[in-house]
């Protein structure tokens, strides 16, 4: 499948091959935080997956305010011209390959997340590639955030390296593991 990602103005435009453009307009900073947060959350599975699925239906079609909820929310459904006509015309990983990149590019990390993505090969690595941009933008220690190590796992997947990680000063050594080698 070949994507296809332009920035024409403050809006990005998606092109997934045989289906007309998708529109992503610019969502204010504050939206683009919380769905940040959620969707990292998400990573490290402190998010639901509906959560997760109304951060990228906000990335692709803006939100509105939920006084219930005390934070913003997904456009009710009929009122989500992007996310229904992914949800009606595209395959699963033909509309992956329109969210991700939406989501991406409302975060920091911008258009150069949406290249991450593609560059990355779209799917699981691209989305992998774009998570590792917008962590290393963000200069988030996945080992800090998080209680469990899904986000490093996934970073250190994606980036090919042994981990950074460290036990914490004055720890004793676990018995069982030889000593580390000197030089």
Do not use: C
Not at 64 to 88: F, K, L, Q, T
Not at 129 to 134: E, G, I, P, Q, V
Request: proline share 8%.
């Amino acid at each position: 499948m070949t994507l296809k990602a332009e920035q024409y103005g403050r809006d990005l435009h998606l092109t997934v091959e045989g289906a007309d453009t998708f529109v992503i307009r610019p969502l204010p900073g504050r939206v683009g935080v919380q769905i940040t947060d959620t969707y990292l959350e998400g990573a490290v599975s402190k998010a639901t997956a509906v959560e997760v699925e109304e951060a990228l239906m906000i990335a692709v079609d803006g939100a509105m305010w939920d006084d219930v909820e005390g934070r913003w929310g997904p456009h009710p459904e009929g009122e989500r011209p992007n996310y229904d006509r992914i949800s009606a015309e595209l395959r699963l990983g033909e509309a992956e390959s329109v969210l991700l990149p939406a989501f991406f590019w409302q975060t920091v990390v911008g258009i150069a997340g949406v290249n991450a993505y593609i560059e990355g090969g779209e799917g699981v690595a691209g989305g992998i590639k774009a998570l590792w941009a917008l962590v290393a933008r963000l200069g988030i220690s996945p080992s800090k955030t998080s209680h469990s190590s899904a986000l490093e796992d996934l970073i250190r997947l994606q980036a090919g390296s042994p981990s950074t990680s460290s036990r914490p000063t004055g720890s004793k050594p676990d018995p069982k593991q030889p000593p580390a080698p000197t030089r």
